[in-house]
């Protein structure tokens, strides 16, 4: 296999993507629900900051 590019992280992802990398310890769940936890609270501060209404 030829070397493309000479970043680190895409060697990093290429060597997780030949072994399989399916070992993840991160729930896809628990980051979807700690992704969409934070989007509230940022809608929550925006309106509290929000005095042009």
């Known amino acids: ?3 493309l590019t000479a970043s680190p992280a895409a ?5 997780l993507a030949e072994e399989g990398g399916h070992e993840s310890t991160l ?3 628990a ?3 700690g ?4 989007l509230l609270l940022l809608l ?3 309106t ?3 005095r042009d209404r």
């Open 35 to 38: 992704a969409f936890a934070a």
């Open 31 to 33: 980051v979807g629900g």
């Open 11 to 15: 060697s990093a992802l290429r060597t």
């Open 48 to 50: 509290r900051l929000n």
């Open 44 to 46: 929550w501060i925006t």
């Open 1 to 3: 296999m030829t070397h």
């Open 27 to 29: 729930n896809a769940y």
